[in-house]
């Protein structure tokens, strides 16, 4: 299949799985029990149901008694227009809200990766050359640990020790590089189990190579032949790893963010849904599911471009 075919099949795909994701949202209000239309109401007002009147003023003033495809159709072509419709909370433009917040958890996920991706990788290589002994088993035995440990019981131990115990880092906030620390490091742990396992994994292949026995064989030295063929090739399984892991860290930033006061998208989303503030919710949701899938076809696309098949254009059949 030639580089061309195959970047538009990823496109077609990414778009695909942004609308399927973006309708599944869209459907939430319409699938919960109750009127949305009442919900929305008793969300915005401090005293009893609305009367009738009311409701049906509501739901014409925003287009909601309209066929739910029309609507879906309607909010979807704003929303990538950059319009993601008013808080029913604040009455302030969604977008003004959702962009700083997705900013924020961007780079919170993005400093955990990287982190765990250089953790990984000096773990990973040091565990697969020292297979079987000491600093190996020790590596080992620590990744699987930290795979169990769920960043809900993690987070406030660490809070109460380095924050309110010790008084090193701050407890909360997101106004000072060391506020990030905690929260950096609890969101990279479980990504450094899993990656360290992939590259101590990958590492060992490639060690036991043909083409790296071959290379030892023509006078390279271990460390030469560990730079040039077996870390290139060993850290193969990693970048598979990574578009999902982040996807993953983008979602899984909710419990993280919550507990450490972070203004980012799992804050604003977890706010959203105890507010019932739906168009804040749906809009926040969609951004994050289309940042995940964009990052993970992109990395996913790389991958498959590299295949010297998919390079040259070669055809099978």
């Known amino acids: 299949m030639s580089s061309l075919a195959t970047v538009l099949r990823r496109v077609v795909g990414l778009g695909a799985a942004v609308l399927l994701s973006s309708f599944a949202v869209f459907l939430v209000?319409?699938?919960?029990?109750?009127?949305?239309?009442?919900?929305?109401?008793?969300?915005?007002?401090d005293f009893g149901e609305a009367d009738e009147a009311t409701v049906q003023a509501y739901a014409e003033q925003f287009g909601l008694n309209d066929p739910m495809l029309v609507q879906f159709a309607r909010w979807?072509?704003?929303?990538?227009?950059?319009?993601?419709?008013?808080?029913?909370?604040?009455?302030?433009?969604?977008?003004d809200q959702v962009l700083p917040a997705i900013g924020v958890t961007l780079s919170l996920a993005g400093?955990?990766?990287?982190?765990?991706?250089?953790?990984?990788?000096?773990?990973?290589v040091i565990s697969a050359t020292r297979a079987?002994?000491?600093?190996?088993?020790?590596?080992?035995?620590?990744?699987?640990?930290?795979?169990?440990?769920?960043?809900?019981?993690?987070?406030?131990?660490?809070?109460?020790?380095?924050?309110?115990?010790?008084?090193l880092l701050p407890s909360a906030g997101y106004d000072s590089p060391a506020s990030l620390v905690l929260?950096?490091?609890?969101?990279?742990?479980?990504?450094?189990s899993f990656f360290t396992v992939a590259v101590r994994s990958g590492v060992r292949q490639a060690l036991d190579s043909e083409h790296v026995l071959a290379a030892r064989a023509r006078g390279l030295s271990r460390s030469q032949a560990l730079?040039?063929?077996?870390?290139?090739?060993?850290?193969l399984p990693l970048w598979t790893m990574v578009g999902v892991w982040f996807a993953g860290l983008l979602g899984g930033s909710v419990i993280v963010e919550v507990i450490f006061?972070?203004?980012?998208?799992?804050?604003?989303?977890?706010?959203?849904i105890t507010d019932a503030d739906i168009p804040v919710a749906q809009g926040g949701v969609v951004v994050v599911v289309t940042c995940a899938v964009l990052v993970t076809g992109i990395i996913d696309l790389i991958h498959k471009l590299s295949d010297p098949n998919v390079r040259i254009g070669v055809r099978h059949g």
């Not at 990538?80 to 604040?90: E, R």
């Not at 400093?111 to 990973?124: C, D, F, N, R």
């Open 29 to 45: 209000p319409f699938v919960s029990p109750g009127d949305p239309v009442r919900s929305l109401l008793r969300a915005r007002m």
């Open 76 to 95: 979807l072509g704003r929303f990538f227009t950059g319009d993601m419709g008013i808080s029913h909370i604040s009455g302030t433009p969604v977008a």
């Open 111 to 124: 400093t955990a990766l990287l982190s765990a991706i250089l953790v990984s990788i000096l773990l990973g």
């Open 132 to 167: 079987g002994q000491w600093p190996d088993k020790l590596i080992t035995s620590i990744t699987h640990a930290l795979i169990a440990i769920p960043e809900y019981a993690l987070a406030p131990l660490l809070v109460l020790l380095f924050a309110v115990r010790w008084a």
């Open 183 to 192: 929260p950096v490091f609890i969101l990279a742990l479980r990504p450094i």
């Open 227 to 235: 730079a040039r063929h077996v870390i290139p090739h060993g850290l």
């Open 261 to 272: 006061a972070i203004p980012g998208m799992g804050r604003l989303i977890f706010d959203a």
